[in-house]
């Protein structure tokens, strides 16, 4: 079946230093690709999306690339802030399904 | 405009008690979804509805988990002789679905706790 893989946490940065949070996949077909972000005492946000192989999906300085030949989706973030601190969710929608399948999700804190 | 909401935001039961859980979709939002969030399983797919289709309950962990929605909107979780195990976030989701957005708009979540 469909599975995600992200890096585990917890990740301490320092403000303004680069992110990276490695999320690999396996799945049949082409699935769409998420990312999310859980804000502490908040809900599950989407925070970037791609739906087909090479896309890149970008929102708030975040971006991540949809690589198909080694089934990844790495977030990426330049230059990070103190509230950029949340649990991050790499997820994936398999090609004619609508289940979401989540990775174990990430821990970030950002220290100033 | 307002969100999906779920409601109670925290609940403490003891073991063996049922429990209902209440979500709000987005108005107009055909899709409905119900995750678990739990500490050791990360988040897991419970049940989803669409439009007036039978749901897909392949998610549910035993048959003391059951939910519905009523006409097409409002849904309820429903678990029956709660055990300790049962203790996680309940997240629904909601997603216009007949626009294929694949974008699933998540609440706030309840937090259970079987003590």
């Known amino acids: 079946g469909d599975s995600v893989t992200q890096m585990e946490g917890p990740v301490t940065l320092s403000e303004e230093a680069f992110l990276t949070i490695n999320c690999t996949y396996t799945?049949?077909?082409?699935?769409?690709l998420f990312w999310y972000v859980q804000y502490p005492g908040e809900g599950l946000q989407l925070l970037l999306k791609?739906?087909?192989?090479?896309d890149k999906g970008s929102n708030k300085g975040f971006e991540a690339t949809y690589r198909k030949e080694t089934t990844s989706f790495h977030l990426e973030k330049g230059s990070v802030q103190v509230s950029d601190s949340a649990v991050y969710f790499c997820?994936?929608?398999?090609?004619?399904?609508?289940?979401?399948?989540f990775g174990k999700g990430t821990k970030l804190s950002v220290i100033p | 405009g307002a969100g999906v909401s779920q409601s109670p935001s925290n609940k403490v039961t003891e073991k063996g008690k049922d429990v209902e859980l209440r979500c709000d979709p987005i108005?107009?939002?055909?899709?409905l979804y119900w995750y678990r969030q739990s500490l050791g399983q990360g988040l897991e797919f419970l049940i989803y509805?669409?439009?007036?289709?039978?749901?897909?309950k392949s998610g549910l962990p035993s048959d003391r988990f059951s939910a519905e929605r009523t006409g097409g909107s409002v849904s309820t979780l429903t678990i029956q002789r709660t055990q300790q195990e049962d203790s996680a976030v309940y997240l629904c989701?909601?997603?216009?679905?007949?626009?294929?957005?694949?974008?699933?708009?998540f609440g706030p979540g309840t937090r259970l706790t079987v003590t």
């Open positions: 997820a994936l929608l398999g090609a004619g399904s609508y289940q979401l399948t």
């Open positions: 799945a049949t077909g082409y699935p769409s």
């Open positions: 791609a739906t087909k192989a090479d």
């Open positions: 108005s107009g939002h055909t899709a």
């Open positions: 509805f669409q439009g007036n289709s039978a749901p897909d």
């Open positions: 989701a909601s997603e216009p679905r007949a626009e294929y957005s694949y974008e699933q708009y």
